[in-house]
Structure formats: C-alpha cells, structure tokens
C-alpha cells in the first residue's frame, strides 16, 4: 500500500519538540497528528490505526504510558505500523525494542529525522 502523504502521529510531551518535529514532518509533505502524551497517542491510534503510516514518539513523558509501552502496544495491535522512540536520556533501553521499532538518541538534526522517516516510509517519498 503506498500513500501519496504520509500520515505521523507525533507523541511529544514537550511543546517547542513537538512543533519542531511537526515543522520538519510537514516541510516533507506529511500530515500530522499531535499528542502530548502516550495514553492519548494510543486513544489516537485505536480509532484511527488505518490512517496513520508512522508514529514517532519520546519515550519519557506524564501518563499512564511511556513511549516504549506505547511502541509495544502498537507492535502488538498493529505490527506493521513503524515507530521511532527518540530520547535525550542516556539509559534508554533500546536493545528489547518490538521488531517495528527503531531509536534517534536526542538531540537530533533536521536531517537525522528525515532520514528516519524516508528509510521506515520508502513508498512514500
């Protein structure tokens, strides 16, 4: 299936992180939905599963969910959906991610998240 414009759930906590993450996805053609947190990531994601193409996510926020539950909860719903967890913290446990998981160590460059989505959306760029 190939979309003519991606569509990334973007679960930030941190507001001037979200809206640049957001920036960059939609320089690249992408639409794109903002959560604050996990929990309402996945609410997001139950009723809309079919129409998202990627999910990028911090890791640590406020919540029932943190971003490594919410990458396994995708895996197991939806195992063909891609997520990137990003994360500034330097214990982040990136060796037991679900197999549609992938890592960006913050902080990262605009070049670094482009890269990322266009390797995990290939058909769409």
Same mark, same amino acid.
């Given at each position: @299936?190939?979309?003519s414009h991606p569509?990334?759930?973007?679960?930030?906590? #941190? %507001?001037?992180? !979200?809206? /640049?993450?957001c920036?960059?996805?939609?320089d690249?053609?992408?639409?794109?939905?903002?959560?604050?947190?996990?929990?309402?990531?996945?609410?997001?994601? #139950?009723?809309?599963?079919?129409?998202?193409t990627m999910?990028?996510?911090?890791i640590l @926020?406020?919540?029932?969910?943190?971003?490594?539950?919410l990458a396994? /909860?995708? &895996?197991?719903? =939806?195992? #063909?959906l891609?997520?990137? /967890? $990003?994360?500034? &913290?330097?214990?982040?446990q $990136?060796?037991?991610l %679900?197999?549609? $998981?992938? &890592?960006?160590g913050k %902080? =990262?460059?605009?070049?670094?998240? #482009?890269?990322?989505? !266009?390797a !995990? /959306? %290939?058909?769409?760029?």
């Amino acid at each position: @299936m190939t979309y003519s414009h991606p569509h990334i759930l973007v679960v930030e906590d #941190e %507001p001037l992180v !979200r809206q /640049l993450i957001c920036d960059i996805l939609a320089d690249l053609g992408a639409v794109v939905t903002e959560c604050d947190r996990a929990d309402s990531g996945f609410e997001y994601l #139950e009723s809309h599963a079919s129409e998202v193409t990627m999910v990028i996510s911090d890791i640590l @926020m406020p919540g029932r969910l943190d971003g490594y539950q919410l990458a396994h /909860l995708v &895996f197991l719903r =939806w195992p #063909e959906l891609p997520v990137l /967890l $990003t994360s500034g &913290f330097s214990g982040a446990q $990136t060796h037991q991610l %679900p197999a549609n $998981t992938s &890592f960006l160590g913050k %902080p =990262w460059s605009y070049q670094q998240i #482009e890269d990322a989505v !266009r390797a !995990r /959306l %290939p058909a769409c760029f």
